[in-house]
């Protein structure tokens, strides 16, 4: 599924990006094997040794070169079921991150950004994304308590009004 900037263009204002960022269901064996055949296909520099680092590392996340252009794919490896919303890109049936999902973790993001300057992007596409689709507020409000970032998003919200 798309997150990231392509997923805060489509739930809220388009911007432009030098990459794409992805989350992708990846276990041990076929998976896996499915998954770097697609990127491949895809015509990205695939390295499955970059793969099994990040999946190794706990972090799960790889970064991989498109091999004709200067942009790249930020691939979030995860081995829980994905909560995906339905979508179309360019006409073609796909799926992105939730909405909810997409702003917690903007959300996260922003907290863990030094110097703050550098969230900026973040702080307007999670504004974008509440001024621009219906958002579960009381499912944000829930989890950013326990993400401790209640008051990044109050600060947004309240900014907005």
Do not use: C, W
């Amino acid at each position: 599924m798309f997150t990231g900037a392509l997923a805060a263009s489509y739930y809220g204002t388009p911007r432009t990006t030098m990459d794409i960022d992805l989350v992708a269901k990846v276990g041990r064996g076929e998976p896996r094997t499915k998954l770097i055949s697609a990127l491949k296909v895809a015509g990205l520099e695939v390295d499955r040794r970059k793969i099994d680092a990040a999946l190794k590392s706990g972090y799960g996340i790889v970064t991989l070169r498109d091999a004709k252009t200067p942009f790249s794919v930020d691939i979030i490896l995860s081995n829980k079921k994905l909560e995906k919303s339905s979508g179309s890109i360019l006409g073609l049936p796909t799926f992105y991150q939730t909405p909810e999902g997409l702003v917690l973790a903007k959300l996260r993001m922003i907290k863990a950004t030094v110097p703050k300057e550098r969230a900026l992007k973040d702080e307007n596409d999670v504004r974008a994304i509440l001024r621009h689709t219906s958002v579960k507020m009381n499912t944000l409000r829930k989890q950013a308590r326990k993400d401790n970032t209640m008051s990044i998003l109050r600060a947004i919200v309240s900014s907005d009004l």
